[in-house]
């Protein structure tokens, strides 16, 4: 029987490791078309994922222009929450006044649902464009300001002592020592907020629009076209995906040594 070195093994581990997510996915996929196919559901309840296919297929038209205007509000929303959410981080890591007032209201915003904030924004913006940016600025603002002012404040002190003995000024303590250890929250804060964008679009465009996915779903729904409901939700999962790796590209590309690595000391992406 042949040995493996350790070398191999932790190869072989990390080769399955890193396509267990698909593996999941294909699985999941395959028992939800057995079971459709089994249990004989009709497609108005649940339709199978061949079906979704064919039928995002057939569409791919329509849903492609509604996913246009999705993608764009969810992009200028996700823009505008990153810019707004730095600047109130770096107000709150200057001014600890500013942060003590403001920080508790950030956190008591986020227990309103935004389900509930939607329909008044909706009412004061009407049925624009600009409601449904603004419904994305509140879904993404609060990860990127908090996780970025974490991050802020998560500098070693005694580097920061060390820079002043040595004479460094505010702004070099800042660009060499503060910045870099802010720079990991930041981008976990991105993440977390791509992968929300699109869905506060959505959401805004539930409401009340003309174009994108959250009108185009409402309207499946009611014409009880679920295989294009869930071709729109598929839609939703690709792209919101492609954000999350978009910003994991870039976060790789400006901090390469943010790495994780596993327990034996090896780089796992």
């Known amino acids: 029987m042949k ?27 395959m028992l939800w078309e057995a079971l459709v196919r089994i249990l ?22 329509i849903i492609l222009s509604h996913t246009v205007v999705t993608s764009t509000e969810a992009i200028l929303g996700f823009i505008l929450s990153t810019i707004t959410g730095l600047a109130l981080a770096f107000v709150m890591n ?14 008591i915003s986020q227990t309103i649902p935004i389900i509930a904030l939607a329909p008044l924004i909706l009412i004061w913006m009407g049925v624009g464009v600009l409601p449904k940016i603004m419904v994305v600025v509140l879904v993404c603002f609060f990860p990127i300001c908090v996780s970025t002012t974490e991050g802020l404040q998560s500098a070693d002190p005694d580097m920061i ?4 003995v040595m004479g460094a000024d505010h702004l070099k303590i800042f660009r060499e020592v503060v910045l870099p250890s802010a720079l990991p929250q930041f981008f976990s804060g991105l993440k977390i ?26 309207r499946t729904m009611s014409s009880y076209r679920t295989d294009l409901l869930f071709a729109s939700i598929v839609v939703v999962v690709v792209t919101s995906i492609f954000l999350f790796m978009i910003i994991e590209i870039i976060e790789k590309l400006i901090i390469p040594w943010n790495r ?5 000391g090896d780089d796992v992406k």
């Not at 200057?94 to 956190?107: A, D, G, H």
């Not at 002592?161 to 002043?164: D, F, P, T």
């Open 3 to 29: 040995r493996y070195t350790n070398t191999e093994l932790k190869l072989k581990n990390s080769f399955f490791i890193k396509r267990l997510p698909f593996l999941s996915v294909f699985s999941i996929i």
């Open 40 to 61: 004989k559901i009709p497609s108005y309840i649940l339709p199978g994922p061949y079906e979704v296919g064919m039928s995002l297929f057939e569409s791919r038209k």
């Open 94 to 107: 200057r001014w600890k006044t500013v942060k003590s007032i403001l920080y508790p209201l950030l956190v």
């Open 161 to 164: 002592n060390l820079m002043k």
């Open 193 to 218: 907020a791509a992968t929300y964008s699109i869905m506060g679009a959505v959401i805004g465009e539930w409401l009340g629009a003309k174009s994108g996915l959250g009108i185009y779903m409402t």
């Open 260 to 264: 994780v690595k596993d327990i034996k």
